[in-house]
């Protein structure tokens, strides 16, 4: 054989006596021809030729180099990881716990008993916290510091009562005499002997422990000439022609003085203030050739109640009957949505409630199908009460884990009910897999004692638990170190549920296990413990029809290389599918997708979006008591200026009291000349103008403003535009974070906030977190299963399965029309830690198995498919009614069965 050397590699061959070996001809001569030699034969062509040469032999050097590397590292992991699943089962084999418990059950249910009553005992620490702010903010994040800043500064004292009325034109008499009826029907509401005029916010609302009696009468004497009035706050189409508070001139009107009146209260701006401008209550609004306002197709109405008052939420519940709910007619074509401030929270306890009785109806599913498929349908095989009590071990495991957290400290957020689902798929699924180890035992360890039957048992089934209940701990124990409170609250107490689902399992259930035993060995009925002397079992309870089909049907199946190919191609194909629908999923969250979509919150919801879309999230700039309103004028107009530049806000609802005051100054006094003539003229402005009296509620004071008061805090109440993205959400509130350190002003006397920004920055946060979260479950399975399974093609299989089943459900999130928010990550994460769970003991029943792969795959279809396919059985009964669930389950179930058996 005959190569040309290039010169790369003259100093490395320089033996011509190494040769080649062909397992046809034998080893084989190797010459080598220098490149100088090359060069005078055949110049071009000996150098091409030696070129390629060179390549293919450094490729070779990789590829063999890759194999070493390959070769050497499976050595050194083998002769490590052997190691752990060896120790394993020799602790389980010499220690002999499986005997020791069938020996001695009692001692050791009473052990399990008392761990789980110490523990639970931590239930009288229970602290649930329902703070959005404290569940779902960072210790150091922005809006942590803001929330707390407003809370302590500036509490908000306004509950939102709001009606959308919808018609053709809600510009015509009869419409607007209809609104009238409603307007005088929610006036005579009397809610625990309280009415409108009780529970509305007023003008003196915002005065800290001040009221109108407690005005002097000079003062009130003083204030009657300039109109000072303390009525309730209310925003109203119909406040054009109301006089008095009466709405008779309302069923006088015809349509040419509706069209003239409203055209000249829109144009003129007949109200100055913002509560009482009428073109922002109108939507739709059509214009005639001449410019008259001839229709709109809806309108809203808001009433304003005081929070404070204890008897709001009553006069709420009353106010949504008589709106919505009474009989009162409407003229055709008109309807009503409304909602008011308790609506929400009220229909999210309600699906709170209802995801309670999804719970029983979990654990009732869960108990039916443990008994029917943990025991025989005859009279003495049943095992109903073993059932029972394998269930209660997740209920043991749930007082243990709850009470053992609120120890440590932790708290209960509005996401940890979804545990029990958790836990329930997980216990269960441990004791099917303990139960077929039982059942796989030959007939000759079928024969011998109760003791020695579950030592050997347990042999098996504590490895394959061991690395499972491992591996889902590991993958819940990452999530603790997150900044989100709840998420790491969650992740604590689901690794702690686990990890007493193991203890449990192992002392517990193995001790019930080993008194039923005996009871089968006595052949004492199933549920009154009779002895059945002559009993002999019917052929048909003898009948595992899941292994008949998964021996004669799965897995020969399967194993034909046409299936196997299809199996791989699909895979592939779904998989590359559902990586492009990763990139397309969003990241966008809606606190009203909780609600039924047929309740009155969500259609009212549904309305403002479509008639009223510039109705965004409401925000405010807070001032703090160290603004001084002489000296710090320019800095206030210049944070106006940027204001009215910002993009994300809606020009029509920046309404700063301080600018107003500017304009009203001007118009009747020359500029103040000190700090005390200064707030003389707000309190005048404040007070004693028309105009100036609806600002109040954006201000707090030290006292009554009157005399010798201080300003303690302020705000520039703003509405966001409409928003879809949280992109757009994280942009807004930047840019208003930015336009406060532009300003000089110092940042302990200027805040932005708004309720909405806590579920906008955790969205943002979230979304994060789920990437850091999933990645480092990921990369700690992977070195735990590594150790434990002992094989690192098995190993490899099982991440590639946990990997691929996390990017089909998160690519499947996007054709269920679903989105990257706080809910979805954390189903993500549970279903990353069920994927580990199947594919972890799918691939540690194959290492252990002997034969051909394909024989393997067969004997795993009978060792496995009941533990393993039955616990994801249970899984799916106990989320019956998650849809999310079910598809990420079915996906790794799809994944973990199928695919992972013949890629091994």
């Given amino acids: 054989m005959q190569i040309v050397l290039c010169d790369c590699l003259s100093d490395i061959l320089v033996d011509n006596s190494q040769v080649e070996s062909d397992p046809v001809k034998g080893p084989q001569k190797m010459t080598i021809i220098r490149p100088q030699e090359c060069s005078v034969r055949r110049p071009l062509k000996c150098w091409l030729y030696g070129r390629l040469h060179c390549l293919a032999r450094w490729t070779d050097c990789v590829y063999a180099g890759i194999s070493e590397i390959y070769i050497i ?47 639970s005992l931590g239930l009288v620490l229970w602290k649930e916290e329902v703070d959005d702010v404290q569940l779902f903010m960072p210790v150091d994040s922005h809006v942590r510091h803001d929330a707390s800043w407003v809370e302590r500064n500036f509490r908000d004292e306004m509950r939102f009562e709001s009606v959308i009325v919808e018609a053709e034109n809600v510009l015509t008499p009869a419409v607007l005499a209809s609104i009238a009826e409603l307007e005088i029907a929610v006036r005579g509401i009397v809610a625990a002997g309280h009415n409108w005029t009780d529970v509305c916010a007023r003008y003196l609302t915002w005065f800290p422990n001040v009221n109108e009696s407690e005005v002097t009468d000079e003062l009130q004497e003083y204030m009657k000439d300039y109109e000072f009035q303390d009525s309730c706050i209310y925003q109203s189409v119909l406040r054009i022609w109301a006089s008095n508070g009466t709405m008779d001139n309302v069923f006088k009107l015809d349509q040419e003085t509706i069209i003239e009146n409203i055209t000249h209260a829109t144009s003129h701006g007949k109200f100055s203030d913002v509560l009482e401008k009428v073109e922002p209550l109108l939507s739709g609004i059509k214009w005639d050739s001449q410019g008259y306002i001839i229709g709109a197709k809806a309108t809203i109405l808001n009433w304003i109640l005081k929070k404070t008052n204890r008897w709001s939420p009553e006069w709420e519940l009353e106010f949504i009957q008589k709106v919505l709910f009474s009989n009162r007619t409407v003229p055709h074509g008109v309807k009503l949505y409304a909602v008011t401030t308790r609506s929400y929270l009220d229909f999210l306890h309600q699906v709170l409630q209802n995801n309670k009785t999804v719970l029983f109806a979990g654990f009732t599913l869960i108990i039916v199908y443990v008994v029917v498929m943990l025991g025989r349908f005859n009279s003495v095989e049943q095992r109903v009460y073993l059932s029972l009590l394998g269930v209660s071990v997740v209920g043991q495991s749930i007082l243990a884990s709850y009470g053992l957290c609120f120890y440590m400290g932790f708290f209960w957020g509005p996401i940890h009910p979804i545990l029990p689902f958790l836990l329930l798929g997980v216990g269960v699924d441990n004791s099917f897999v303990i139960m077929q180890c039982l059942d796989n035992l030959s007939n000759e360890d079928k024969a011998t004692s109760v003791p020695e039957r579950l030592g050997r048992a347990l042999q098996q089934a504590g490895v394959a638990i061991t690395i499972t209940s491992l591996t889902d701990i590991l993958a819940f124990a990452i999530g603790t170190s997150t900044i989100m409170p709840f998420l790491r609250s969650f992740c604590m107490f689901a690794a702690t549920g686990i990890f007493f689902l193991y203890v449990f399992e192992i002392l517990f259930f193995v001790s019930c296990l080993a008194i039923d035993e005996r009871r089968l060995q006595s052949r004492r009925d199933g549920c009154i413990c009779t002895v059945h002397r002559n009993w002999k079992p019917n052929d048909c309870s003898q009948r595992n029809i899941q292994k008949i089909v998964f021996n004669k049907y799965v897995g020969p199946v399967m194993m034909k290389t046409p299936v196997k190919v299809c199996v791989l191609v699909g895979t592939l194909l779904v998989f590359a599918l559902n990586v492009w629908f990763v ?35 409401r925000a405010g700039i807070y001032l703090g008591s160290g603004i001084n309103y002489f000296t710090d004028k320019d800095k206030l107009c210049d944070l106006y200026a940027r204001l009215e530049r910002n993009p994300y806000i809606n020009q029509g609802t920046l309404d700063f009291w301080y600018m107003k005051f500017q304009n009203w100054l001007h118009e009747k006094y020359s500029l103040p000349t000190s700090e005390d003539e200064t707030m003389s003229y707000i309190s005048e402005f404040l007070l004693m103008s028309q105009n100036g009296q609806n600002y109040i509620k954006d201000i707090k004071f030290s006292a009554f403003p009157f005399g010798d008061y201080n300003i303690t805090a302020s705000q520039i109440p703003i509405q966001h535009i409409l928003m879809n993205t949280t992109t757009e959400q994280v942009k807004a509130m930047e840019s208003l974070r930015d336009i406060i350190r532009n300003v000089n002003i110092s940042s302990e006397n200027i805040v932005s906030y708004s309720h909405e920004y806590v579920s906008w920055t955790a969205n943002k946060i979230i979304g994060d977190e789920l990437l850091r979260n999933l990645g480092l479950t990921i990369c700690a399975v992977a070195i735990v299963t590594l150790i434990l399974i002992q094989n690192l093609q098995t190993s490899f299989w099982v991440i590639c399965c946990v990997i691929f089943t996390v990017v089909d459900v998160v690519g499947s999130m996007y054709w269920l029309g679903l989105t990257i928010e706080i809910s979805t990550s954390i189903m993500i994460l549970l279903c990353a830690g069920l994927a580990v769970d199947y594919s972890a003991h799918i691939g540690n029943e194959f290492t252990r198995l002997q034969g051909t792969r394909d024989e393997g795959h067969n004997m795993k279809s009978r060792g496995v498919q009941s533990g393993d396919i039955r616990g994801c059985d249970v899984t799916k009964v106990a989320d019956i009614a998650v849809e999310m669930w079910w598809s990420a389950i079915f996906i790794g179930r799809a994944d973990q069965a199928l695919c992972h058996p013949v890629v091994e």
């Fill in 583 to 617: 990139f397309k999923v969003e990241q966008k969250f809606d606190p009203m997708w909780y609600l039924n979509s047929e309740s009155y919150p969500m259609q009212y919801n549904n309305k403002l979006n479509e008639h009223f879309p510039e109705y965004g999230k």
């Fill in 73 to 119: 590292c499976e050595r050194i992991t083998t002769s490590v990881v052997t190691v752990t699943p060896e120790m394993f089962q020799r602790t389980w084999q010499e220690i002999e716990t499986g005997k020791a418990i069938g020996t001695r059950p009692l001692p050791f249910l009473f052990l399990s008993l008392s761990i789980c009553l110490v523990s």
